[in-house]
């Protein structure tokens, strides 16, 4: 390799991001240290309002992390023992958690295998009288094909949760993904499209009694200090990552921008190339690339190649769900869910942040080119 070419291409960098507002953020935590409002307060409420305005609902709920946000929105339906929630194995293991943490069981059914979103078709399947619930995951930043999967539920009279912990500013038919369903729940772990300086989560949704739910069930099952109405926990959201979110969140539209034009340069150098599935888009849907995964024969040799070069990769996620040990007490073997299996042993995730740019992304295609000749 001809050392005037040579790059280091890290998957993510939030340094350059950071330096970009960082007399925006340095005072808006100055403000929260000064009014020591941590716990909840009112730059939380204040970021819960411009989130619901953002995402055009009524409610928005901030809790201590995205698996927390999950975890309330099942816990506000009522959803609990005795009950089955369908969602997909071809996620991160937080929407199984929460499931798990409700005291619910978890049905999976398997995904389309373009897409990579919970398949409408199979879901009709997985239907018992025990079901209560659905959570699609907008996977990648790519909204589920959501008007089945809401005409189902309504047939059925089932709940929909939306994890929209990658898909923050996504659109499907032109509606903010999270606001589809019964409730949106979003993670702000820093890494994620739009992130805190910490853990954080929200849930939006319009109904206002779920809302009050998740508002108890945050702060000890209390709408009073010291009157308990129901069995809650601590999952407030800190002051200072709502502070954080507020400055973030007017920049997410330019950022979820820069991610869909860095998604095209991809796309345009790899097309032709071969040995390389490239991810596709649906006409219905704005994704907003949380990721951008190709499927390759040897996504582990592939990584290491690419690492070898300094560019570095991902795989999300290289063992389904029902696979994990933790949750081997389910009994489903290896095969039961053809689509995600085979996701999940090819994916691979390239380099993906707002801030790379179009010869870093160049770049890599020609060296993955040159691994597959
Ligand atoms: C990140 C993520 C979560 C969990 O969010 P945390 O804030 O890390 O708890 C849940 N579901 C999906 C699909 C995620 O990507």
């Not at 240290?33 to 055009?56: L, M």
């Not at 179009?358 to 020609?366: M, S």
Request: charged share 25%; aromatic share 10%.
């Amino acid at each position: 390799m001809q050392e005037d070419t040579y790059m280091n291409v890290p998957f993510l960098d939030l340094k350059v991001q950071r330096d970009s507002i960082k007399q925006e953020l340095m005072a808006a935590i100055g403000q929260v240290i000064d009014n020591t409002a941590f716990a909840g307060g009112k730059y939380v409420e204040q970021f819960e309002n411009e989130y619901a305005d953002y995402c055009n609902c009524k409610y928005a709920v901030g809790v201590g992390s995205g698996t927390a946000a999950l975890w309330a929105a099942l816990l506000a339906m009522d959803v609990g023992e005795g009950d089955e929630v369908i969602t997909v194995p071809n996620t991160f293991i937080a929407t199984v958690e929460a499931i798990y943490m409700a005291g619910a069981e978890t049905v999976f059914v398997d995904v389309d295998e373009k897409t990579y979103n919970m398949d409408p078709e199979k879901l009709k399947d997985a239907i018992t009288s025990r079901t209560k619930a659905i959570i699609p995951v907008h996977l990648y930043g790519q909204p589920a094909d959501m008007d089945p999967i809401i005409e189902i539920a309504k047939e059925h009279g089932l709940y929909v949760i939306e994890d929209a912990s990658q898909a923050h500013a996504a659109e499907y038919k032109g509606k903010k993904a999270g606001t589809i369903g019964d409730a949106g729940c979003f993670s702000f772990y820093p890494g994620k499209n739009l992130g805190a300086y910490g853990e954080a989560g929200i849930v939006v949704t319009d109904n206002e009694e779920f809302a009050e739910n998740m508002r108890m069930f945050r702060d000890h099952g209390q709408n009073k200090k010291y009157y308990h109405e129901i069995i809650g926990w601590n999952s407030r959201m800190d002051g200072l990552q709502g502070a954080v979110l507020s400055v973030k969140l007017k920049h997410l539209d330019k950022w979820t921008e820069l991610r869909r034009r860095n998604a095209a340069y991809y796309t345009e150098f790899l097309q032709s190339a071969a040995g390389v599935t490239i991810p596709y888009e649906s006409p219905d849907v704005k994704h907003v690339y949380h990721i951008y995964p190709v499927l390759v024969e040897n996504p582990g040799e592939m990584q290491q190649m690419l690492k070898e070069k300094d560019i570095f990769s991902a795989m999300h996620y290289p063992v389904p769900i029902h696979l994990q040990n933790a949750f081997a007490h389910l009994n489903i073997s290896s095969g039961s869910f053809p689509a995600a299996e085979r996701s999940s042993s090819m994916e691979l995730s390239l380099p993906m942040f707002p801030e790379l740019s179009e010869e870093q992304i160049h770049y890599v295609c020609d060296q993955i080119r040159e691994i597959l000749t």
